[in-house]
């Protein structure tokens, strides 16, 4: 700008090159609003602005952030019928898609892979469309157009390769982006430090901290100095795995290293809290943030309330959000999810609907997430008609439902006893193409049940089977239920080999489901159960011990009854005298000398003890 006051006052014209060069340095230094006062003075002297200028604009408008004027100015170009090339196409697509428009920006690009296209893309348009992928989720499509640019004989460059890099580490696929790393040193680049903080970030989102720290170490020793991004990636790696001890260290390192930890530091850590069960060192985290400086953002409350509800430190939660309001600091979906859901989940219904309707008076727009917890906490009431207004509202304010919306419906239904809506809702998330899972489903179960309708729930287990959806313990035991209604041994039998320990949960549940199967005289899937019950490490009580008993001797399996008589006292439950006597006489029918010697002498010996 002095140089240039400098040629005016020497009575130097300037030319289109001196304006361009003028409104560059500006566009560099962000200064995008002097950038167009240049622009406009440029044509105000008659030297008008070619292709070059425009270009270098657009490009001022994208590093200001200004996205949208950008593609404004983008539009005033083909008004005035300028003359395009790929640098000009290429930063509108960059605007598309940090404006989050990827089917706009897929559609310039395909538009500039036309043969009779006078604006061909090159590497930097298939690198942008590769971020455009990722950012929206779209993985496969990034390797698609990565293999595409190759395909069209262009050399991707290290920023293209970064590009496929953080795609993958985006979503933790730490062994494609593996791949990609080891095939950009193939290519004859040398991985900078973006490379290695991808990598690095991939072995931390898959849960890997201890090969996250071999990427960070190699980096150093190939003479990369690791950035603020690095240590940071790093410290969510061991967050992430609730390694905080680990995750404070590599702070203090990156301290140590001269780099001024931030907000994304402190956010970090203090999810990593909530991970590890540590409650004392949130308020460490919050006072070494205040005395470094740092003032928490909308992240960071979030992830400290967040921790603190993990803990059911409801009243510390509620003082921190009373707090960030106090600072000025806006709430969003989120911060009102968490409150709202964490709420539901303590029984705090009445609570966590208020904060609901402050949520609303402030214009805040409601996620799928905060609609599911207010239906939830509205049904846990046994307001059903308030369920059902959130519902559609809900859909009136453009946001479909997902399978956790759906399903806390069909729990709201099925509370109120009405199986014909809770199915109504799921034909209708069948309708919509939504996907299935075993909670939907064993939730619909539950409702039929309730209701009386057993063979729905069989119906039910049957398209399970066929979508392939697996078998939770309460699609389980929903099942064995029916059954029971339905005197169907058989379908019971065969709901067995998919049991797993883990999922014999409620004594109760378990031992309908052993008296069941004992009274259609299935013994052998009976003990199998109880083989699984055992198996789990739960706690098994007389009253499983006794279903057992009772239902082996009226099957004629006596000696097993012996056996497991055995167990009881091996498991510290002595079994009464009459329970011996019980089965003394099958002994002594089949004249078997051990065992009836045996019965007696635990006989004597209870007697004894008893005096």
Not at 218 to 226: A, D, F, T
């Amino acid at each position: 700008m002095n140089i240039m006051e400098e040629m005016l006052q020497a009575a130097i014209p300037p030319s289109r090159a001196t304006y361009n060069n003028l409104i560059s340095a500006c566009g560099s230094s962000g200064n995008w609003r002097e950038a167009l006062k240049i622009c406009k003075k440029m044509t105000e002297n008659g030297v008008g602005p070619d292709l070059v200028t425009h270009n270098i604009v657009l490009s001022a408008l994208k590093s200001g952030n200004q996205y949208s004027k950008a593609l404004a100015y983008f539009e005033l170009m083909k008004e005035k019928k300028t003359c395009l090339d790929t640098i000009t196409l290429n930063i509108v697509i960059q605007c598309l898609v940090k404006l989050g428009q990827f089917g706009k920006a897929v559609n310039l690009f395909n538009s500039m892979r036309d043969k009779r296209s006078e604006c061909r893309s090159d590497v930097i348009t298939f690198t942008s469309i590769i971020h455009a992928y990722s950012v929206c989720g779209q993985i496969d499509n990034c390797k698609a157009v990565f293999d595409m640019m190759l395909a069209e004989g262009l050399k991707p460059n290290i920023v293209s390769y970064n590009a496929l890099l953080g795609a993958y580490a985006s979503h933790g696929m730490h062994v494609k982006a593996l791949a990609i790393f080891n095939l950009l040193k193939r290519s004859g680049l040398r991985p900078d430090v973006v490379s290695y903080t991808s990598l690095l970030n991939a072995y931390g989102r898959s849960g890997h901290p201890e090969k996250a720290r071999e990427v960070f170490d190699l980096m150093k020793r190939n003479s990369w100095k690791p950035n603020k991004v690095s240590y940071n990636a790093l410290i969510d790696a061991y967050g992430s795995a609730g390694m905080l001890t680990e995750a404070v260290n590599v702070l203090h390192e990156m301290e140590t290293d001269g780099f001024q930890s931030d907000i994304v530091s402190i956010s970090t850590l203090l999810a990593a809290c909530g991970r590890c069960g540590q409650i004392v060192q949130i308020d460490s985290i919050l006072s070494a943030a205040k005395s470094r400086g740092i003032e928490l953002n909308t992240v960071a409350y979030n992830s400290a309330i967040g921790s603190y509800i993990n803990f059911g430190e409801y009243d510390k939660a509620l003082n921190l959000f009373k707090l960030m309001r106090e600072s000025n600091i806006k709430p969003n979906s989120v911060t009102f999810n968490i409150l709202i859901s964490g709420f539901c989940k303590m029984g705090k219904y009445d609570e966590s609907l208020k904060f609901f309707d402050e949520m609303m008076k402030l214009h805040i727009p409601a996620t799928r997430e905060v609609y599911s917890s207010v239906i939830c906490a509205y049904s846990k009431q046994g307001q059903l008609n308030e369920a059902e207004s959130i519902f559609v509202m809900m859909r009136q304010n453009g946001c479909l439902p997902d399978v956790v919306t759906y399903t806390a419906m069909i729990h709201a239904y099925s509370a109120a006893g009405s199986w014909e809506k809770a199915w109504e809702v799921f034909q209708d998330m069948e309708t919509n193409d939504i996907q299935l899972d075993p909670i939907a489903c064993s939730s619909l179960m539950e409702a039929f049940n309730r209701g009386c309708q057993p063979s729905r729930v069989l119906q039910l287990a049957e398209l399970m089977k066929e979508k392939n959806i697996p078998f939770n313990s309460s699609a389980l035991y929903g099942i064995i239920f029916a059954c029971s209604m339905l005197g169907d041994w058989k379908s019971a039998s065969e709901m067995v080999k998919y049991m797993e320990p883990s999922a014999l949960v409620s004594l109760g549940q378990s031992n309908h489901l052993l008296r069941f199967l004992g009274r259609s005289g299935k013994i052998e899937a009976m003990m199998k159960i109880f083989y699984k019950i055992l198996a789990s490490g739960a706690k098994v009580s007389s009253s499983t011990y006794f279903i057992l008993l009772k239902n082996l001797l009226a099957s004629g399996k006596w000696r097993k009854y012996i056996e497991v008589l055995q167990w009881m006292e091996d498991a510290g439950i002595q079994p009464s005298a009459r329970l011996y006597w019980n089965v003394f006489p099958h002994a002594c029918k089949n004249s078997d000398t051990e065992y009836t010697v045996l019965i007696q002498d635990k006989i004597k010996k209870l007697k004894d003890k008893v005096g």
